[in-house]
């Protein structure tokens, strides 16, 4: 049975994942896939993790929401992807409409982030830490964090998740910064900003919220990637849908979103340092498109009836054809360890070499899994490459 994830690994990326929000979970149907590994290696909660979910009044933290995603898919063997800590999008009102000195507001971020990196330290693959720091023109958003602190916010948060979870990978996340433009520009000055400051910064995640027919060209991804892996730090598609235009779409335009997102998918392998590609999510039933976009639409992989579509089929081709040509693209690319920026402030995530599962055959390629709780042993790591625990749930070869 070919399968996302299975395919994606094969061929050198270290996931192929999904979100999962709430209300789905209560889908039997739709739970069989999001929560089989070998379909979606790496699952990020669509909203549970959120300030407005977590932290609702101040000082008062739940986290069941979080948890009843979290919990299945460690049960699944599957990563996680942590989403996200500091956002001006549901963030409760007594954050966004405080009256907040520098010191206070920097009391209350460091709670909060303090607080929910602990509660899943040791679980999480990454954590997007900032969220959509700069608005569509790439300028700064004027929330209630730079307001008061200035672009001071985006390290801060940083080093307070640092410091929490010095395991986690430390992301920043933000969409239309997949192609050159000012966006692009201002995502690697925050970038460059968070290592000037001296403070850990892991990861870049790039949304790649694309429309049907307008995603841009695989070269230009290819560039934009290129432009935050040049600083050292490693990227992802956290959040990967192409939308219709207009539903329901025609069979041609189906074809069309098929090649649009092995455009993405074939980016993504052809760069050293991409690590993976998340949807969000799989399912056109929970997708967040046709609320935000009138209109538009069918985005997902699965349609609402949970039936494959033409983009899971190319995607699947394509990955395939990667894995089995000579010198797969992505196994060969990815030769170096995810870059850490390890500071003065910081401690540097502990990547022990005690291995989490052996096996005799050397079989496992660089950056695949080879080991944590729930993963069945396939082999062992293929020289010269070392079965490294990340944390209690994932072992990788390095
Ligand atoms: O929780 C309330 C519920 O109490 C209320 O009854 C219901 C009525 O509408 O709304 C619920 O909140 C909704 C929330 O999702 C949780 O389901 C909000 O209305 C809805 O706007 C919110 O949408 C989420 C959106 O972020 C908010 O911006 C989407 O589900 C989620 O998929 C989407 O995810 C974002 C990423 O986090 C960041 N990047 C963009 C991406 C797509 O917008």
Known sequence: MVSLNSLAKGAGLLYFGTAVDNPSLSNSAYTAIAFNSSEFGQITPANGQKWDSVE?????FNYANGDAITTKAQAAGQILRCHNLVWYNQLPSWVSGGSWTTSTL????????TNEVTHYKGKCYAWDVVNEALDDSGNYRTDVFY????????????????????????????????YAGAKLTAAINIVKGIQSAGVKIDGVGLQGHFIVGSTPSKASLISALQSFTALGVEVAYTELDVRQSSVPASASAQQQQATDYVTVVSACLSVKDCVGVTVWDFDDQYSWVPSTFSGSG????????????????????????AATAPGATATSSLTTAASTITTSVTTAPSITSAPATTAAVGTIGHWNQCGGQGFASAGACASPY???TINTYYAQCL
């Open 298 to 321: 069918e985005a997902d992989l699965w349609s609402s009836n949970l039936v494959k579509k033409p983009a899971y089929t190319s995607i699947a081709s394509f990955l395939k054809s």
């Open 386 to 388: 070392t079965c490294s």
């Open 106 to 113: 920097q009391s209350v971020i460091t709670t909060h982030i």
């Open 56 to 60: 609702p009044s101040q000082n008062t």
């Open 147 to 178: 307001n008061i602190l200035g672009t001071s916010y985006i390290p801060f948060a940083f080093n307070a998740a640092a410091a929490a979870d010095p395991s986690a990978k430390l992301y920043y996340n933000d969409y239309n910064i997949e």
